[in-house]
Every structure is written in C-alpha cells, then in structure tokens.
C-alpha cells in the first residue's frame, strides 16, 4: 500500500518540481519568515479551538496574542537554521527581499489579525472537529493520509489562511484542497460536509480584516478527486515532474522561489543528469 499525505499531494498541485525537490531528494523547504508567521497564527487557533472544544469559551485574545508571540518567536529559531543551510542555494533576490520582512511588522500585524478574528468569527464557529486526522483509500493500492483543521458543529469545513492582499471572488467547490477535505470529512462522519468556507485574515499595513467564501452546498466529485490522486501517485512513480507556471509568474521569480537555482538547474541538466547529482548530495537534505 502506498501512503501519501495531504502536503504531499498539495506540493505536486502547486509545483511537481518542489515536490521532487522536497519529498524525492529530501531538500529542504525553502525557508520563509512569512510561513513561520502563518504558521504561528495556525497554532493559535488550533489551540483555541481545542480549548473552545473542551469548555465553550477557549482562550481570550490577550492569550491568544502572548501565544502566538511566543511560537512565532521560536519558528523564528528554526528559520535561522533553515536559512543557513539554504543560503548557497538561494539567490540575491531572494535573500533581499527575506532581509525586507520586518519582524515587528510581522508581530504587529499577527496580533491584529488575532483582534479582528475574535470580534468578526469567533463567536460564529462552534468547533466539532479540530486538527482531526483523516485517511481513506484513493485506489486499492493507494493511502491518502492528513488532517482537518477545523470543523463547525453544523458540519462546515473551515480553512483558515493569512493574506496580505485582498482575494478576489473564488468558486471553492473547485478548490483542490478543499475537494480532498470532504472526502476526509466524510472518512470519519460518514457524510459529506453541508458547507464549505475559507476564511481570510486580510493582514494589511495598519488594520486587519475578514474576508469568507463561503458555499452552502459543496460539490464532492469523488470519482473525480480519485482520479486526480491516483494520477499524481502514478506521476510521481513515473519521474513526471515539470513547472508549469509561466516564465513570468510571481510563483517563479528569483524574489520568490527558493527553489529558484535548482529549477534553473534541473532545466540545464536534465532530469536524469539532476537526480544522478543530488540523489547523492548531502548538504541540503533535511
């Protein structure tokens, strides 16, 4: 039986390049202070929510804020070692631009976006299941494994994800991670879920808001989202790993991508000539 996890199949949708550099040659993920912050403000409120689960309140936000801090801050150690061993490999572009993330910035937008989160949604959700893990079979030969994030008592998917920018009107009922979700849902109720909401904490530069898309009746295309899986399984088993982003997308810029070299590279060597190298490389391993 093949077991693959939900950030494995997340990675391939957004880029198989990263996926073959992260998940085949176990190099490291390109390291981001903006992702410890996500990543921070994620702790939070699972957190949160686990306690809500328990007594119906929670945390209030002046401990949701001294929490977050504290995570962040620690993330913040672990960045440092990721940077360093990253840092040949990077380019000037993007070191510059990580040397432009102010960190008290970062501080003070997170403890915004808690403030707005807590006066705008919290008193909305009614936590059923929190970080519950999932697993169900894609195929006979192939394990899907992750876990959801948060669950609303009526039976809504809440995703929860930090921008800087305002999202524009999404459809998410095409949205792959969100398709994944319900038949993870479904795996432990039994059901699919009734609605289907990403939330956005809208970071912006001296105030924070709320941004939803919400759907009441999610479409679950099983058969579909099966497929897709087990294509991806197969993909990976057959060495299919091609950028398809535009030259010129933001995806794929020096500034961005922290895999920038390594695609510049792979494009060079070919993809035999790529994995005979760093199959047996060392340093950037994780």
């Known amino acids: 039986m093949r077991k693959v996890s939900f950030s494995q199949l997340m990675t391939y949708i957004r880029c198989p390049e990263h996926w073959l550099f992260q998940y085949n040659l176990g190099i490291r993920r390109n390291p981001k202070k903006i992702l410890k912050h996500g990543f921070a403000l994620h702790e939070v409120f699972a957190y949160h929510f686990t306690e809500k689960k328990k007594d119906g309140k929670g945390i209030k936000p002046g401990e949701a804020k001294e929490f977050f801090a504290d995570v962040f801050l620690s993330a913040l150690d672990d960045y440092k070692q990721e940077l360093e061993a990253m840092r040949p490999y990077l380019t000037k572009e993007y070191l510059a631009k990580e040397r432009q993330v102010d960190i008290n910035d970062l501080l003070d937008r997170g403890m915004r976006g808690i403030d707005a989160y807590f006066k705008r949604l919290n008193s909305l959700i009614i936590p059923d299941l929190v970080e519950e893990p999932f697993e169900f079979q894609a195929s006979k030969?192939?394990?899907?494994?992750?876990?959801?994030?948060?669950?609303?008592?009526?039976?809504?998917?809440?995703?929860?994800?930090?921008?800087?920018?305002s999202p524009n009107m999404q459809d998410i009922r095409s949205d792959p991670q969100l398709a994944i979700y319900q038949l993870g849902y479904h795996s432990i109720k039994g059901k699919y879920p009734v609605a289907l909401s990403k939330d956005y904490i809208v970071l912006g530069k001296s105030d924070a808001k709320i941004t939803r898309f919400k759907v009441a009746r999610p479409f679950a295309d099983k058969n579909t989202v099966l497929r897709n899986i087990n294509a991806i399984v197969k993909a990976t088993e057959s060495g299919i790993f091609y950028c398809m982003h535009p030259a010129e997308s933001w995806f794929c810029s020096k500034g961005w991508c922290g895999y920038y070299t390594l695609h510049q590279e792979l494009k060079k060597l070919g993809i035999e000539r790529f994995l005979a190298k760093y199959s047996r490389s060392g340093p950037r391993r994780s």
Do not use: A, P, S, W
């Open 141 to 165: 030969n192939v394990l899907v494994k992750g876990r959801l994030d948060l669950t609303h008592i009526n039976g809504t998917i809440h995703e929860l994800k930090t921008t800087r920018k």
